[in-house]
């Protein structure tokens, strides 16, 4: 890979003592990689917020760039506009605007319905001070009545003031060559970098997959699940695979890689060594 591709790390906010230390483990086994960034999830409905926030405190005390995300759905103006100062006192420039889930029970969606609502008010906020990223749907949002549909949305979240965005994840390159193709037709002129999930764990994967809309191909659906319980075959065949998708996506012009870890280095720098990294 050659240095003008970005490449990032994602992670969620781990909910023991335990998994803190872990993460500072992991972090700072990816970080020799000196990536463009590191982000922090941000739970359905705004529910990890406090955790977001102070992992993002941990990975800036450590020097790095941090990106938080931050969803709208079940959230208010005022709290929105509390997080983005704090964030912007603490130097924070880059930022993951989602519109996110409603947790179960969560009855009211709150004053934002849609990500685009989002990114004009944090543009609105705080002028060009973030850099704003947005998700992207290769194989398309799981509710778009369309593909047109899914294009028009993502094109409103653009427009809206998103610098790039990142993709779900897919496993068939062919999806993402298609959606940067037909998002060009549609005018979107912004990076749009690829989401890549390694491969851990089959029913973990499947569950993901089923919830996000994620194609897992037939042919490596049959091959995981000939695999059993054999997770050392799962994840030898996980790294091939994955690994290859990379090459294709980096070498068709993809402007680079964005991991979903799973707060796990293993996966993500075996990935990044195998491309040259």
Avoid at 79 to 94: A, C, E, H, Q, V
Wanted: aromatic fraction near 10%; proline fraction near 5%; glycine fraction near 8%.
């Amino acid at each position: 890979m050659t240095n003008s591709k970005l490449f990032s790390f994602e992670f969620f906010p781990p909910q023991t003592p335990e998994g803190v230390e872990k993460l500072i483990a992991t972090r700072k086994q990816l970080a020799m990689l000196k990536p463009e960034f590191f982000s922090v999830t941000f739970g359905a409905g705004g529910s990890t917020q406090g955790r977001t926030l102070e992992i993002i405190r941990q990975i800036k005390a450590e020097g790095h760039s941090a990106a938080p995300h931050l969803s709208c759905v079940g959230s208010t103006r005022e709290n929105i506009r509390t997080i983005l100062n704090t964030y912007k006192d603490m130097g924070i420039k880059r930022i993951v605007a989602l519109r996110g889930d409603l947790p179960s029970g969560m009855g009211s969606i709150g004053e934002f319905q849609y990500a685009n609502e989002l990114v004009s008010f944090i543009r609105v906020q705080t002028g060009e001070h973030f850099h704003i990223e947005v998700a992207a749907y290769p194989e398309f949002h799981p509710q778009a009545s369309s593909p047109r549909e899914d294009l028009a949305n993502f094109k409103r979240k653009v427009m809206a003031g998103a610098n790039s965005a990142i993709t779900q994840y897919f496993y068939n390159a062919d999806a993402y060559f298609r959606f940067i193709e037909e998002a060009r037709k549609f005018g979107v002129t912004v990076p749009i970098v690829p989401g890549i999930m390694p491969i851990v764990k089959f029913s973990q994967l499947a569950r993901f997959s089923d919830a996000c809309g994620a194609e897992i191909p037939r042919w490596m659906r049959k091959t995981l699940e000939s695999y059993g319980d054999d997770n050392t075959s799962v994840q030898a065949f996980g790294l091939d695979v994955v690994t290859q998708l990379c090459e294709k996506l980096l070498a068709g012009g993809a402007p680079g890689l964005h991991f979903y870890t799973l707060n796990q280095a293993g996966p993500s720098l075996e990935i990044c060594r195998r491309l040259g990294l």
